[in-house]
T-cell receptor
Framework: EAGVAQSPRYKIIEKRQSVAFWCNPI?????LYWYQQILGQGPKLLIQ????????DSQLPKDRFSAERLKGVDSTLKIQPAKLEDSAVYLC???????????FGPGTRLTVL | QKEVEQDPGPLSVPEGAIVSLNCTYS??????FMWYRQYSRKGPELLMY????GNKEDGRFTAQVDKSSKYISLFIRDSQPSDSATYLC???????????FGAGTRLAVHP
């Protein structure tokens, strides 16, 4: 079974630029999550999708972050404009319906200069 | 106060040692408890999953949950250099409630 795929693996941008990350979850997984992991901290949930719909985006900074999951499969997370404090690893995870266990992708390491 | 507290370490042990990793939490509604292992520059991978209080064993790993004390532990027996990683505890109330992670404990097992 293929795991969660993410791209790019690394991205370096300057502040005020925009950036987008892509995630393809494990086939058949209804729930998709985006997390932000700052160095030395645990992952923090940004947004959770159940199929096409948003279940929880309470910790998403909506003035600069946006995410979509078209057709209930893959998803993109965008930051526009980026700030220095957005430097982190952005992790995507997915889980089967009605399960709490989450399967993580390798993450995208973002550096904002 | 954070919802989940975890000592960041680092913890350095010799090969073959028994390792104890711990987390405390404040939300008594948490019912599902997990341990993830995260190697450097990789995503977290699920190691152990337990529901409510009690023990669960899987090979060299044992997870313990004490809901009355709001305390969970992961024990690693006969630790190996390949166990060197960051260990993250995580917990949730269940349903559509989000997973809350600890900050992670860095473990180094030296030969």
């Amino acid at each position: 079974e293929a795991g969660v795929a993410q791209s790019p693996r690394y991205k370096i941008i300057e502040k005020r630029q925009s950036v987008a990350f892509w995630c393809n979850p494990i086939s058949g997984h209804a729930t998709l999550y985006w997390y932000q992991q700052i160095l030395g901290q645990g992952p923090k949930l940004l947004i959770q999708f159940q199929n096409n719909g948003v279940v929880d985006d309470s910790q998403l900074p909506k003035d600069r972050f946006s995410a979509e999951r078209l057709k209930g499969v893959d998803s993109t997370l965008k930051i526009q404009p980026a700030k220095l404090e957005d430097s982190a690893v952005y992790l995507c995870a997915s889980s089967p319906e009605q399960e709490d266990t989450q399967y993580f992708g390798p993450g995208t390491r973002l550096t904002v200069l | 106060q954070k919802e989940v507290e975890q000592d960041p370490g680092p913890l350095s042990v010799p090969e073959g040692a028994i390792v104890s990793l711990n987390c405390t939490y404040s939300n008594s509604a948490f019912q599902y408890f997990m341990w993830y292992r995260q190697y450097s520059r990789k995503g977290p991978e699920l190691l152990m999953y337990t529901y409510s209080s009690g023990n669960k064993e899987d090979g060299r790993f044992t997870a313990q949950v004490d809901k009355s004390s709001k305390y969970i532990s992961l024990f690693i027996r006969d630790s190996q250099p390949s166990d060197s990683a960051t260990y993250l505890c995580a917990m949730t109330e269940g349903g559509y409630n989000k997973l809350i992670f600890g900050a992670g404990t860095r473990l180094a097992v030296h030969p």
